[in-house]
Nanobody
Framework: QVQLVESGGGLVQAGGSLRLSCAASGRTFSNYHMGWLRQAPGKEREFVAAISRSGGSTDYADSVKGRFMFSRDNAKNTVYLQMANLKPEDTAIYYC?????????????????WGQGTQVTVSS
């Protein structure tokens, strides 16, 4: 089992920044690829970003590319999502997730473990 706890969400004005954190416990953190996915009201949960076990490879949804940066610190069992130039359409619950598979990480069904989510609200 892997337990994931997100933090760092909140209310921010458009153009602002937030940094989300996700702390992991349980099994060896560095064995898992990690992802951030988000879900807005009335919408499906969608891919935001993924990072490889080592942190050497990242992938981003087109909607956030150039504005968000995903990183990890395996020594601290933590991943981070630095979000800049936030837009109202970024408003959603953001979920941290872990997977052991080496697929793309863009499909929510690839993930084995999920955090409880943290709310991000961007006002216009």
């Amino acid at each position: 089992q892997v337990q994931l706890v997100e933090s760092g969400g909140g209310l921010v004005q458009a153009g602002g920044s937030l940094r989300l954190s996700c702390a992991a416990s349980g099994r060896t953190f560095s064995n898992y690829h990690m992802g951030w996915l988000r879900q807005a009201p009335g919408k499906e949960r969608e891919f935001v970003a993924a990072i490889s076990r080592s942190g050497g490879s990242t992938d981003y949804a087109d909607s956030v590319k150039g504005r968000f940066m995903f990183s990890r610190d395996n020594a601290k069992n933590t991943v981070y999502l630095q979000m800049a130039n936030l837009k109202p359409e970024d408003t959603a619950i953001y979920y941290c997730a872990a997977r052991s598979s080496s697929w793309s990480g863009r499909n929510k069904y690839e993930y084995d473990y999920w955090g409880q989510g943290t709310q991000v609200t961007v006002s216009s």
